[in-house]
């Protein structure tokens, strides 16, 4: 399955040891990645509590290069903040084509455009529902 793949930047950062087993791990889950690495931070908490519009246009922006790749079944993050953050925004931008179209004519300038729908699953939900965990048994020598 191929995915556009948002690691987030603490995992990159603080928690580097998440975005190397994920890197590692992928290969044996037939996970190819795709990684956003134009992508920004969610402006989880920080960004958020401060200016609600700016952290959508970033995550609108991160959507649009996840719609740009090519094959890609869905996007997919390592982080939970990451995915709440992401999952809040995708809300806000899908329920209002108004405001949809306001963070657009942000990131236009980069010839991005967030479309309405997007499939943002975390890793966790992808292993669950993606690949489930029958075939994940499967796949190990010892149950789960």
């Known amino acids: 399955m191929k995915v556009a793949y948002w690691p987030g930047c603490v995992s990159r950062g603080f928690t580097p040891e998440l975005h190397g087993s994920m890197a590692q ?11 956003l690495d134009r992508a920004c931070c ?9 200016n609600q519009e700016l952290a959508d246009t970033l ?3 991160t959507f649009a290069l996840a719609q740009q790749v090519e094959g890609a079944d869905l996007m997919m993050n390592i982080c939970s903040t990451c ?13 209002n084509a108004e405001y949809r179209a306001h963070v657009n004519g942000t990131i236009a300038g980069e010839g991005l455009t967030y479309e309405q729908g997007i499939v943002n699953k975390n890793f966790l939900w992808v292993l669950v529902a993606e690949i489930g965990l029958d ?9 789960l």
């Open 59 to 61: 995550n609108a922006r």
């Open 42 to 50: 969610t402006g989880a908490g920080v960004i958020a509590e401060h």
């Open 135 to 143: 075939e994940l048994r499967s796949r190990v020598k010892r149950p």
């Open 25 to 35: 791990g992928a290969p044996l889950l037939d996970l190819e990645l795709v990684e």
């Open 83 to 95: 995915q709440g953050a992401q999952s809040e925004c995708q809300e806000r931008l899908d329920a």
